[in-house]
C-alpha cells in the first residue's frame, strides 16, 4: 500500500483525484522530496516494529529465555534507533531546503543586478541606436563592418534597432549599400562573406562559456532597448516593467511584434489542418531520450498517442517537432512568425502554432480529465509549454527540449523537465525567467552531428544526451523515474498524426 504525496518539491507519490501534487524540478526541491519520502517510510517501519505483539517468556523446556529477551532488547534499540534517523531524515530535509532557497535567493539577486545593469546599457544603447549605425557606414573596412555587426546580432538588441533604423531612416541603409558598392563589394558578395563569417565562427561563439547566459539577459533587455529607441526615459520604462511584471511586457512586445508581422504579411493562423490515424506503439514511452526519438521520427509536425491503462483509464501522450522553416511557408505551420506568436501568447489567449496544438488535442479526444504526457523540442517546446499553462488539459508530466521556455510559468501538479545543451542558443531566446518561471537543466553534448551556430541545438545529439542524462544528471534521473511509474502497464489503442499549417 502506498501513500499519496501532496505538498512540496520533488514529490513521486500519485495524487488523489482532484488534487495536485507538486513537483519543484531543482535539485533541491528534488532531494528534498527524496529526504522527505524516505522519512515517512522510516516512521511507518517504526509504527509496525511498535506494533509487533508482545511475546511472553515462560521458561520451558528448550526455550532460552535469556536469548529471548536480549533479541528484544535489540529489536528495542533498533526502534529507538530507527526513530531517531526518521528525526535526522527531517531535519536534513529542513536544513537542505533553508541551504537550498538560501542559495536561490542569493542568485536571484545577483540576477536581478545583472538584469539592472544589463538593462540601463540596453537603453543607452537603444538611445545611441542611429549614431551607431552611421558609425558603421563611415568604417573604412567592410571587414570591420561584419565584425562589429556580427557582435551587435550576436547580442540581439541590434535587431530591433536595425528594424528601426530602415524604418526611420532608409538613407542610412542606402548609404551602407552605396558604400560597399563604393568599395567594390557587391551586395551578394558583402552578404555571402556575412553568412561564411558565421559558418567559420558561429560554432566557437557560441560555446564560449558565458555567452548562452549573456545572450538571455540580452533578450530580455530588449525592451529597455526599444524604450530608448523610442525616447522613453528610464525611469518611465523602469517604472513601467514594476508595474506590469517583466515576463509579462516582454509577451506584450511579442504578441505585438507577432501580430504585426502576420497582418503585415497577410498570413493565416496557424491551424491543425488534418488529422489521420496511425498506428499506435505497443507501449508508452517511458523515457526522455525515447520520446526525442519519437520526435525526430514522425512524419507530420504533431503525433498524438493514446493508451489504456492498467486501472481501465486512458493515457495520451503528445510529440511536437520544432522550426522547420524561418520564414513563412505553406507547408508547415512550424515557422519563423509562429516562434513569435508563440512569445506573445497568454494561459487565456493561444497565438501561435501553441493554438494548432490545442486544436489537434481536443481532435483527437483528449478531455480535460485525461492524463496527458507533452513532449517538445525547440519550437514544439514552447508549444507545450504554452499549453500546459492553460490548464485546458491534466498534463501530468512535460518535457521540453532546447526550447525558449524561461518566461513561462507552469501549474504545480506538472512535472516538467526543461533541458537545452551548453551552447544552445535557442533556449536563451526566451530571455531569463523570474522565480514563477521555468528552470532549464544543462546538459553536455558529445558533438559530431550538428554544425554552426546551432550547433548544440541539433536534434540527435539531445538523443544522445538524454540516453545518458538519468544516470548522470540528478534532475532528469528523477523525472524518468516518475514517467516511467506513471506509464507501466500502460498499453498503445490509438494514434494520430497531425499537420500543422499556415
Known sequence: MTDAVHGGGGSFGAPTKGAATAWDPSVTGIACGRLRDAGWLVRRAVLALRGAPGLRLDAAPGVDVAGMRACIAELDARIVAVAALAVELERLHDDTMLAGRAYELASDAVLRLVEELAGGAAHALGAAGPALAIGAVAASSPLLVLGAGAVLA?????????????????????????????????????MAHAAGFWDRTGERLVATPGFVPALAIAMESTDEALAGLLRVPAPVAAGLEAAIGQDQLFTALAAGAGLGVRVGGGLQRVRAAEVRPVPPPARPVASPAQAMRVILAQDEQIT???????????????????????????????????????????????????????????????????????????????AVANVAATERFSVET?????????????????????????????????????????????????????????????????????????????????????????????????????????
Open 304 to 382: 498524438i498517442h493514446e493508451h489504456r491503462m492498467p486501472g481501465g483509464g486512458r493515457r495520451f501522450q503528445v510529440f511536437v517537432r520544432g522550426t522547420e522553416a524561418w520564414l513563412p511557408d505553406a507547408a508547415t505551420g512550424l515557422d519563423g512568425p509562429a516562434n513569435l506568436e508563440n512569445a506573445g501568447s497568454t494561459p487565456d489567449v493561444l497565438r501561435g502554432s501553441d493554438a494548432a496544438l490545442a486544436q489537434a488535442m481536443e481532435a483527437a479526444g483528449i478531455g480535460p480529465d485525461d492524463p496527458v504526457d507533452l513532449f517538445g523540442y525547440s519550437q514544439g517546446a514552447a
Open 154 to 190: 550576436a547580442g540581439l538588441v541590434v535587431v530591433p534597432l536595425a528594424a528601426r533604423l530602415a524604418v526611420t531612416h532608409p538613407q542610412h541603409v542606402a548609404a551602407l549599400v552605396a558604400h560597399a558598392r563604393a568599395a567594390g563589394v557587391p551586395l551578394e558578395q558583402l
Open 398 to 502: 512535460a518535457m521540453l527540449v532546447g526550447g525558449p521556455v524561461a518566461g513561462i510559468a507552469l501549474p504545480p501538479g506538472v512535472a516538467v523537465l526543461s533541458v537545452a545543451h551548453a551552447g544552445d542558443p535557442v533556449a536563451a531566446l526566451g530571455g531569463i525567467g523570474d522565480g514563477q518561471g521555468i528552470t532549464t537543466v544543462a546538459l553536455e553534448s558529445v558533438g559530431g552531428h550538428g554544425t554552426g551556430v546551432a550547433a548544440r541545438h541539433d536534434g540527435q545529439e539531445y538523443v544522445e544526451s538524454l540516453a545518458r542524462a538519468p544516470a548522470d544528471e540528478f534532475v532528469v534521473g528523477s523525472f524518468a523515474a516518475r514517467l516511467g511509474a506513471a506509464t507501466e502497464g500502460g498499453e498503445g489503442v490509438a494514434g494520430w498524426s497531425v499537420a500543422v499549417r499556415r
